[in-house]
């Protein structure tokens, strides 16, 4: 094996981000908690160099590396700058949370960053064992991270239903593998795509493997009936690592669907898609429902997001480029939104008010109106209303299954979509026509303040003139 075959130069961002987080442990160790800011800044600066490696390194181009288990494409590229972008987003809005709660660590920058190591490694992966590998960093990272607030109850709770349901999901995946390598005598996922067009149409070992991979995948985007989890985590985890896993880790997780089933199991669309359907109107129906009942706000964006997914499942089981264009488009629109809703709880929280229960909302618009206008964007853009960017990425889905003969099921989308308007509208109501139960000014950092109108204001942009993320997206699978 020579270094041409390695071919080290296609993983330069991943070896960069990898190197900087093992310095940033080491450093770490030797701060006290007066300089612990620097943690921070060399977390910020790993992120940062990351994203400049990635890009320098995009050639519109496909390469692969370590003997075909890595490969860079646009897609890849295309999401890790995102991951990038989301997370060093959540690092700035995290930072006067730890502190209030006595929580800021460098451990905590660490899991973060070797999380989307993880991520990373999923996106370019052409291997099912460098997929798996990559999963299961990020996964570990997020288990810890979950609990990562020792002296409460509800994060060790949540850590732990997190890591249980997580090990039996893993190990659903790996059986899953286990079967399609048996069958094909490959983990390598074009050699699996190969395989497969010579294998006879009916092979009901295939199709048990495909179950087994789609409720893997389903579990870790939260698909229903795979989504009990959810919940949980996102209420009992600290808000800031709640926005942490509601974001970027879901970037990752689409990236592994195309790998896997579009890129390896192909020749089988005609049975994941099926499932899809399933998953899609199932997520769509439950997510929007019983988030109407919802009181807590980071559990009503849980159920939320259970909704998204079916969403983003809508444009993935169309099945054409249009499709899997438009789910791209919605994942990264998602990302920046939902980001932007935890980041503003993590605004109005402060040492001993987690500020995540819908009453706490009540009045904002009197304490700040721009950031009761912030937060009626980020609404508005979860609701689909015009002229937010979420508006068009539902539209985009919602012409992909149409143009497919599925216009039962767009309308399915359309009707829950309108469900789901309630909930959000409801707490715009009570941000502009309730009085304030909390009248005191919101204290807080310039940096996050301006991170998070910067936040808004692209999501209200990308609503005017969506045309250039549109067009990189449909760039990526053309």
């Known amino acids: 094996m020579t270094l041409d075959a390695l071919n080290i130069s296609i993983a330069w961002p991943e070896i960069f981000l990898l190197s900087m987080t093992c310095l940033l442990l080491v450093v770490d160790v030797f701060l006290d908690q007066v300089k612990r800011n620097a943690s921070y800044f060399i977390a910020q600066f790993s992120l940062l160099g990351t994203l400049v490696l990635t890009w320098v390194n995009m050639t519109g181009q496909r390469a692969e590396a370590f003997n075909g288990t890595f490969v860079s494409d646009p897609l ?120 497969l067009v010579k294998q006879p149409e009916m092979n009901i070992g ?91 706000l980071k559990r009503m964006l849980a159920y939320s997001t259970i909704s ?13 480029k249009a499709g899997y264009s438009s789910a791209m488009f919605y994942i990264l629109v998602y990302s920046l939104m939902t980001l932007g809703g935890f980041g503003i709880i993590l605004l109005l929280a402060r040492s001993g008010f987690e500020s995540d229960e819908l009453n706490d909302f009540k009045g904002l618009n009197q304490r700040s109106p721009w950031f009761a206008f912030m937060m009626l964007i980020f609404m508005f853009s979860m609701a689909g209303v015009p002229p937010t960017v979420g508006f068009w990425a539902k539209l985009s889905v919602l012409s992909a299954v149409i143009d497919v003969n599925m216009l039962w099921l767009a309308l399915i989308g359309v009707f829950f979509s309108i469900i789901g308007v309630y909930y959000y509208l409801r707490v715009i109501k009570l941000m502009y026509f309730d009085e304030p139960v909390d009248t005191s000014s919101i204290d807080n950092t310039i940096e996050m303040k301006v991170a998070l109108s910067f936040n808004g204001m692209i999501i209200l942009i990308l609503g005017v003139y969506p045309g250039a993320l549109m067009s990189l997206c449909f760039s990526v699978f053309n």
């Open 206 to 296: 295939l199709i048990f493997g495909l179950v087994f991979l789609v409720v893997g995948l389903a579990f870790k985007l939260g698909a229903v009936p795979f989504h009990m989890w959810i919940p949980d985590v996102y209420h009992g985890a600290p808000t800031t690592v709640t926005s942490y896993i509601a974001s970027a880790p879901k970037i990752a997780g689409f990236a592994i669907i195309i790998r896997v089933l579009v890129e390896g199991l192909g020749a089988l669309q005609s049975d994941w898609q099926g499932m899809l359907i399933i998953l899609a109107v199932l997520s769509l129906a439950v997510g929007n429902i019983v988030a109407i009942a919802q009181t807590n």
């Open 308 to 320: 998204h997914v079916g969403f983003i499942l809508l444009g993935l089981l169309a099945g054409t």
């Open 76 to 195: 890849a590229d295309v999401l890790k700058i995102f991951i990038c972008i989301v997370v060093a987003l959540v690092f700035v809005y995290s930072r006067d949370y730890l502190k209030d709660r006595n929580i800021f660590k460098g451990e905590f920058y660490v899991l973060g960053l070797f999380g989307v190591l993880g991520m990373m490694i999923m996106v370019s992966s052409n291997h099912m064992l460098s997929l798996y590998l990559g999963l299961e960093l990020l996964s570990l990272s997020l288990y810890a991270m979950v609990a990562f607030n020792r002296d409460s109850g509800e994060s060790a709770e949540a850590a732990m239903k997190y890591f249980v349901l997580g090990a039996i999901a893993s190990g659903m995946l790996l059986y899953g593998i286990s079967i399609i390598y048996g069958i094909t005598g490959s983990l390598n996922i074009p050699e699996i795509a190969n395989s």
